[in-house]
């Protein structure tokens, strides 16, 4: 073991100790310390010398390039990475195993190659099977390299040998170093080979893609290092109706806010070019069930009409529960508390239900005002209005809050078909009626 030490790198947050510990007392994981094996640097009184290939510019005399960005094909996807894909950033692709994260880059690097060169690095397929993949989505192969050997060092040559401007990697836990002793997927060489990679194509303005897994909770596996080295993080979701979102979830030069929306078919990922009304069920007239609300919600340049489910019924082992995996539980709970408070209404004795019409997960606070009128309709048993949709932010104290782009909302609203609106926003539409209530006992009394 000469010139070698062992040190302990936890796996989820990469803390690194001198021992092995049970838990790790930075992100709490039990169990998540993993042993490495690391060459001990040889010591010199000599003083490294800082690179001149790069140097410092003042930052008015830096130029910038006409185009900057590398278009997809998808507008879906340009939207969530603010325009395109940028020159020289790093990104970083998560989702649950099976969703279509490879045909996604395939047909991602199949529009770019008409213009740019591509690396395509595999390591869980073979490049027969990506060439079968690429014939039965009809995709053209010209200027897409695949490469399948996964040791970094190897495929830092061929970088340097072909120069592409896209490469995909696939995926990050195929990757491994010579020179770390541990096995591909640790914590240590993911890190590593990351870093390698990330500072490689910054140099060279090219653009990279690691398509990462993602763990039991979710989330993308590895040290969270690694959404910190890349400079976007997205995630490939799919609801309930077998629509598949990407969100970005961190983005250095675009907007967090934004979605993706696909359909998946025999021939691959295609873009919902209108989702205004995707998350709504489609009724016959007068059949609009108890516990239904319709409300409007932006994200980011998008406006969605989605359909709110509440149901209540008496709990039997003598305390109430409350389950909701589209809103948080948090907020519910809250709701309740306001209409138990200032609409006399109880839920004490009841479990609560909520759900979101087509498994989209919702997180503003406009939709407040829907979900009490859902958990309203569904306690006294009475349908909401069938071309009607809420919107507001409720305070402890009972009042309705106004929320941003309200115009946007009733906008959409109307192209979708709706015919009244409740909310605290006065309307200039002439095609939607507006009741404008400032406290839930208003909305209730005209619900």
């Not at 541990?182 to 910054?202: D, F, H, N, P």
């Not at 969605?304 to 082992?317: D, G, M, R, W």
């Amino acid at each position: 073991m000469k010139n070698k030490n062992i040190k302990y790198v936890c796996s989820a947050c990469g803390k690194v100790e001198s021992k092995w510990m049970g838990r790790c007392t930075t992100c709490g994981n039990w169990n998540s310390f993993e042993e490495q094996i690391v060459e001990k640097e040889e010591k010199s009184g000599k003083r490294v010398n800082i690179s001149t290939q790069n140097k410092p510019v003042i930052l008015s005399d830096i130029e910038i390039e006409s185009e900057m960005r590398f278009l997809t094909g998808f507008n879906e996807f340009d939207r969530v990475l603010g325009g395109g894909i940028m020159k020289g950033s790093a990104i970083l692709l998560g989702g649950e195993p099976g969703i279509g994260k490879s045909t996604l880059m395939l047909q991602t690097v199949a529009n770019c190659s008409q213009q740019y060169k591509v690396l395509y690095v595999s390591g869980e397929e073979s490049a027969s099977q990506i060439k079968q993949r690429a014939n039965r989505l009809n995709l053209n192969s010209k200027n897409i390299y695949i490469y399948n050997d996964t040791k970094v060092e190897n495929l830092l040559d061929v970088i340097d040998e072909i120069k592409p401007q896209i490469i995909v990697v696939d995926s990050l836990q195929t990757l491994s170093s010579s020179q770390i002793a541990s096995i591909a997927g640790s914590s240590t060489q993911m890190r590593s080979c990351a870093m390698e990679l990330v500072g490689k194509i910054k140099q060279m303005g090219s653009a990279l893609f690691f398509i990462g897994h993602v763990t039991k909770d979710g989330t993308i596996a590895g040290p969270k290092i690694i959404e910190h080295l890349v400079d976007t993080v997205l995630y490939f979701d799919q609801t309930t109706t077998g629509v598949r979102i990407v969100r970005a979830v961190k983005n250095r030069f675009g907007s967090v806010d934004e979605l993706g929306i696909f359909m998946m078919s025999d021939k691959g990922l295609t873009v919902v070019e209108n989702p205004s009304g995707l998350f709504l069920n489609k009724r016959a007239k007068g059949h609009l069930p108890p516990g239904i609300s319709f409300t409007s919600v932006i994200e980011g340049s998008r406006t969605f009409i989605v359909e709110i489910q509440a149901l209540t019924i008496p709990c039997k082992n003598g305390y109430s529960k409350i389950h909701s995996d589209r809103i948080d539980v948090s907020r519910v709970t809250r709701v309740a508390a306001i209409l138990e408070k200032h609409a006399n209404l109880h839920f004490s004795d009841y479990d609560i239900y909520v759900n979101v019409g087509g498994g989209i997960k919702l997180k503003e606070v406009s939709i407040e005002l829907a979900l009490a009128i859902a958990l309203t309709s569904s306690l006294k048993g009475e349908a909401f209005r069938e071309h009607c949709i809420a919107f507001g932010e409720l305070s402890l104290a009972g009042e309705v809050r106004p929320v941003t782009f309200s115009s946007k909302r009733i906008k959409a609203a109307s192209e979708m078909g709706f015919v009244e609106v409740i909310s605290p926003h006065s309307s200039s539409s002439k095609k939607i009626k507006n009741y404008k209530c400032h406290h839930i006992t208003e909305v209730l009394n005209i619900v």
